[in-house]
């Protein structure tokens, strides 16, 4: 896997793959900690959905462990350990914001249905 590389690195990258005759793959993982889309979600998805109108392939990634972990600290009464209903019932949440910001396949599984549990 690769981590994000500086601004040059990037553009280098978006040439060979342009070059090569296709796009980069890009993911952004979240989790479903709160039943909304906030701040820190939606400017990551919007850089998400920039990648996939230039033709690059995105994944958006909502995945349960940080969820159910909570503050592995135990410093931040914010981020307790959440149930599984407690997930699934924000998780049904997220597909609404996530389908605003970028053009998910027609056809495709809403994200509860792909997060194994």
Do not use: C, W, Y
């Not at 690769?2 to 796009?23: C, F």
């Not at 019932?89 to 994200?111: D, F, H, I, Q, Y």
């Amino acid at each position: 896997m690769d981590v994000l590389p500086s601004v040059e690195g990037l553009a280098e990258r978006i040439e060979a793959a342009r070059q090569a005759g296709h796009g980069l793959n890009v993911k952004l993982g979240i989790d479903p900690t709160a039943a909304d889309v906030h701040l820190g979600h939606t400017v990551p998805m919007i850089v998400l959905s920039r990648f996939q109108r230039m033709g690059h392939d995105v994944t958006l990634i909502i995945g349960d462990i940080t969820a159910k972990i909570g503050d592995p600290s135990g410093r931040s009464s914010e981020r307790p350990p959440l149930t599984d209903e407690d997930i699934a019932r924000n998780l049904a949440k997220l597909p609404g914001p996530g389908e605003a910001v970028l053009r998910l396949r027609a056809g495709s599984l809403p994200p509860q249905q792909r997060v194994a549990g």
